[in-house]
C-alpha cells in the first residue's frame, strides 16, 4: 500500500449526511485531515462526533455525500450523476487501512491477549502465524503488555485491556486512526498510563489519527488541529493552543469551561 506524497488528504468528509429516521446528526459536513495529522474532535454530547469515527469505519452508512480515503471514494461515489455505493470487495479494501480503539475496548473476552492480537492480521492480513506472533510480541513490549500475553482479557483490568485495544489496532498496520474516549471507561488513575502509550504513538509513527477525547491536556499535547462540531457542522477550528486560549473562540472556551468545570 503507498500513501500519497502529493498534498491528497488522508481523508476527506466531502458534504457529508447522516441521518437516523428524522434525526439530522451530520448535514453536509466538509472537513479534511492531512495525512500524517492528528486531529481532534470536540463537542457537545450528542453533536456525531463517534457517528463521523463510526462511518469510518463503515459501522454506518452514509445517508449523503461522500467519504475519502487517500483521495479513493470509500462507501459511495458519483457515477454519472447516480450515487451508488462502493462494491463491498473495494470497501474492504480501504477499510483494512483504518483502525479504532472503543472506549469500551471490544476486545474477544475468552481469547487471550495473543489470540486478540493476531486474529484479524491471520485471517484477514493473511499473516503466517509466525509473523503475527512476533509482530504482535513487539507491540506487547510497546504497550507493556509482554507479561499478560497469555492471560484471557476478562482476567485483565480496564487499563490493561485498553492497551491490549491498541496494541490489536496497530496489529493491522493501519495508516488511520481512530481513538472514541479511550480513558472514558477507566479509573482516573490509569488514564496517564494508557495515555503515555498513546502519545509514544504519536511520537514515534506518522499514522493519522482522528480522535474524540474530554482529555484536554492530551489533545493538546498531541494534534495539529482541534474541531469544534455542534449540530452536526464544524463551528470553530484551528490549533489546540488558539482554539483553548484565544478568546476569539467563544463557543470552544464555553463548552471547556461547562465540560471541565
Ligand atoms: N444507532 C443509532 N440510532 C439512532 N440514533 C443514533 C444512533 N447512533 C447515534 N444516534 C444519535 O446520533 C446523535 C449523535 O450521536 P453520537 O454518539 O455521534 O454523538 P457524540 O457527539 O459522540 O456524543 P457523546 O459525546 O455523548 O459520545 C445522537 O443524537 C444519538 O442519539
Known amino acids: 500500500m503507498t500513501t500519497p506524497s502529493d498534498g491528497t488528504p488522508a481523508i476527506e468528509f466531502r458534504d457529508v449526511t447522516k441521518r437516523f429516521g428524522d434525526n439530522t446528526v451530520l448535514d ?33 452508512e452514509l445517508s449523503g455525500g461522500l467519504i475519502l480515503i487517500d483521495g479513493d471514494p470509500y462507501t459511495h461515489e458519483y457515477k454519472g450523476d447516480k450515487w451508488v455505493s462502493v462494491p463491498e470487495k473495494r470497501r ?22 495473543l489470540e486478540n492480537i493476531i486474529e484479524s492480521p491471520v485471517h484477514v492480513l493473511r499473516k503466517s502465524k509466525d509473523e503475527a506472533i512476533a509482530d504482535a510480541e513487539r507491540l506487547l513490549e510497546k504497550v ?4 499478560k500475553r497469555d492471560f484471557r482479557t476478562n482476567q485483565l483490568s480496564g487499563g490493561q485491556q485498553q492497551r491490549v485495544a491498541i496494541a490489536r489496532a496497530l496489529a493491522m498496520d493501519p495508516e488511520i486512526l481512530l481513538l ?13 498510563d494508557v495515555l503515555g502509550v498513546l502519545k509514544e504513538i504519536a511520537d514515534t509513527t506518522d499514522i493519522t489519527m482522528l480522535l474524540v477525547t474530554h482529555e484536554m491536556q492530551f489533545a493538546r499535547e498531541v494534534s495539529d488541529r482541534v474541531l469544534m462540531f455542534d449540530q452536526g457542522q464544524i463551528v470553530e477550528e484551528a490549533d489546540p493552543e488558539t482554539m483553548f486560549t484565544n478568546p476569539s473562540h467563544e463557543r470552544t472556551q464555553e463548552f471547556l469551561k461547562a465540560v471541565l468545570g
Open 92 to 113: 474492504r479494501v480501504v477499510r483494512n487501512r483504518v483502525g479504532m480503539v472503543f472506549q469500551q475496548f471490544n476486545l474477544f473476552p475468552n481469547m487471550t491477549v
Open 28 to 60: 453536509g459536513l466538509n472537513f479534511t485531515v492531512p495525512q500524517g495529522q492528528r486531529i481532534t474532535l470536540i463537542g457537545p454530547s450528542g453533536s456525531g462526533k463517534t457517528t463521523i469515527l463510526r462511518l469510518l469505519m463503515t459501522l454506518e
Open 144 to 147: 507493556g503488555m509482554t507479561d
Open 180 to 192: 472514541d474516549e479511550v480513558t472514558s471507561a477507566l479509573d482516573p488513575e490509569i488514564v496517564a
